[in-house]
Nanobody
Framework: QVDLVESGGGLVQAGGSLRLSCTASGRTISWYTMGWFRQAPGKEREFVAT????????DYTDAVKGRFTISRDNAERTVYLHMNSLRPETTGVYYC?????????????????????WGKGTLVTVSS
């Protein structure tokens, strides 16, 4: 099992920047595809960005492409979300997720393969 703790949220003006961090304990994050999700007030949680365990592949929702960058430091057990040119619609609680990739990525499957893990979130508020 891995425990995830997000940090770095806060209040920022439109056009500003923030860097979110997600630090894991209990297990290395090297096995996991790491992702960021956002839940805006009154809405469902939605995908923002993801990065493969090796760091060589990333994906973003169209709304943040060119403005957000996801990165990871496996040695530090931390994944980051650099957010630039923030917009009011970016407001929400940002959650970190750790999930296993395809079975073909592993020489042997971990005992909890198929599970995924969530942090408790960090609130980002962008004022107009």
């Amino acid at each position: 099992q891995v425990d995830l703790v997000e940090s770095g949220g806060g209040l920022v003006q439109a056009g500003g920047s923030l860097r979110l961090s997600c630090t894991a304990s209990g297990r290395t994050i090297s096995w996991y595809t790491m992702g960021w999700f956002r839940q805006a007030p009154g809405k469902e949680r939605e995908f923002v960005a993801t990065i493969r365990w090796s760091g060589d592949s990333t994906d973003y929702t169209d709304a943040v492409k060119g403005r957000f960058t996801i990165s990871r430091d496996n040695a530090e057990r931390t994944v980051y979300l650099h957010m630039n040119s923030l917009r009011p619609e970016t407001t929400g609680v940002y959650y970190c997720n750790a999930a296993y990739g395809p079975a073909s990525d592993y020489m042997s499957l971990p005992p909890d393969y198929g599970m995924d893990y969530w942090g408790k979130g960090t609130l980002v508020t962008v004022s107009s």
